[in-house]
């Protein structure tokens, strides 16, 4: 039978708007959402006891006595790497917890 004359199969049916909202609102958080769920504010915490101590350092007058240029460039960088992992690591907690809130994990 030619292709154009076969009636469509389930396999073939486009998903329709009403099935795909039905999978996107019984979605869960899977293992590994869980597991880094529970592990962020462990992660947060040691993100902002990093940050704390490297911000104390140059806050330090000491510090700049001591201290070479390339040290100074090196803290300040990873001051700012720190402040971009906080960022993305307290997002990714929003949005985990976010996920668990609403589909109750």
Known sequence: MP???RPATKEEKPKT???ER???EKRRLSFKETREL?????TIEALEKEKAEIFSA???PEFY???DPARLNATSARLEAL???LDEAYRRWEELDELATKYGA
């Open 3 to 5: 292709e154009a004359e």
């Open 17 to 19: 708007a009403k099935t």
């Open 22 to 24: 039905t999978a996107r």
């Open 38 to 42: 529970a592990s962020l504010p462990q």
């Open 58 to 60: 140059l806050s330090s």
């Open 65 to 67: 006595v001591k201290a």
């Open 83 to 85: 402040e971009q992992e």
